[in-house]
C-alpha cells in the first residue's frame, strides 16, 4: 500500500471556511512535504516539514506533523476558489535517497 | 523558485511509434531527475530515476527497454516511450531537485494518447 495515505479522499467547503487534509505514513520520514496539482498539471511545492519540526506556516497554510503518531495535517485558512485542486502528501524515506513517495491525494473543491 | 520545463504538452500518436518527451531544468542544474507516470484521479507512481551521466534507476515493473531514459547533461532528461499501445496512454510527469531529498520542482505534464 502507499506509505502516504491521505483523508479524506475528497472534500467540499464554502469559501471562506478552513480545509483540513490529514495525511498518515509507515515509515521513518526526513521529511514530509504538500503539494498542490491543479487539473491536467504539474505539481507544486507548497511546504516541507523536516522530521524534528512539529508545526509550520505559510501564508494561509499550517503544517503539523507527529512523528509519533507518524501523521500530518495539512490546513488552509480563508480558503478560497483557486484553492480547488488535488493535494499530495510525500514523504522522504530516511534511507531512501532523493526519492520521494506520494500518497493518493486529497480532491479539495471550494464553492464560491 | 526553480522552473522545469517540460514538453511537449500533450501527444498523441499511432500505436507502435516511439514518443519522446524532454525535461528540462532552465535555472538549475539537476544531477538527479524522475519520472512519474498518473493516471486520472490516482498518485503519481514513481517510474525510474534518472542519473546525469549514469543509467536510470528504475522502479520494480517498469520496462526499461520500454520506456528509454536517458539523461545526457545536467539539465535535460529525455523519455522516450518506444512502440507505444494504447495501455501506455497516460500523464507523464518529471520533476528535479536541487539537493537529495529537499523539495520537488515538477514540469508541467506530458499527456500522451496512443490510437
Known amino acids: 500500500s502507499q506509505q502516504g495515505e491521505e483523508d479524506p479522499q475528497a472534500l467540499s467547503i464554502q469559501e471562506g471556511e478552513n480545509a483540513t487534509m490529514n495525511c498518515s505514513y509507515k515509515t521513518s520520514i526526513n521529511n514530509l512535504q504538500w503539494y498542490r496539482q491543479n487539473s491536467g498539471r504539474g505539481l507544486v511545492h507548497l511546504i516541507l516539514?523536516?522530521?524534528?519540526?512539529r508545526e509550520k506556516h505559510s501564508g494561509r497554510l499550517r503544517v503539523t506533523l507527529d512523528t509519533s503518531k507518524k501523521s500530518s495535517s495539512l490546513l488552509i485558512t480563508a480558503s478560497r476558489a483557486a484553492d480547488t485542486a488535488s493535494y499530495f502528501c510525500?514523504?522522504?524515506?530516511?534511507?531512501?535517497?532523493?526519492?520521494?513517495?506520494f500518497g493518493k491525494g486529497i480532491t479539495l473543491s471550494v464553492r464560491p | 523558485g526553480a522552473v522545469v520545463s517540460q514538453h511537449p504538452s500533450w501527444v498523441i500518436c499511432k500505436s507502435g511509434t516511439s514518443v519522446k518527451i524532454e525535461c528540462r531544468s532552465l535555472d538549475f542544474q539537476a544531477t538527479t531527475m524522475f519520472w512519474y507516470r498518473q493516471f486520472p484521479k490516482q498518485s503519481l507512481m514513481l517510474m525510474a530515476t534518472s542519473n546525469e551521466g549514469s543509467k536510470a534507476t528504475y522502479e520494480q515493473g517498469v520496462e526499461k527497454d520500454k520506456f528509454l531514459i536517458n539523461h545526457a547533461s545536467l539539465t535535460l532528461s529525455t523519455l522516450t516511450v518506444t512502440s507505444a499501445h494504447p495501455e501506455d496512454s497516460s500523464f507523464y510527469i518529471c520533476?528535479?531537485?536541487?539537493?537529495?531529498?529537499?523539495?520537488?520542482?515538477f514540469g508541467s505534464g506530458t499527456q500522451l494518447s496512443v490510437l
Open positions: 516539514i523536516r522530521s524534528n519540526e
Open positions: 520533476s528535479a531537485s536541487r539537493q537529495l531529498n529537499e523539495k520537488l520542482f
Open positions: 510525500a514523504t522522504a524515506i530516511t534511507g531512501a535517497n532523493s526519492k520521494l513517495t
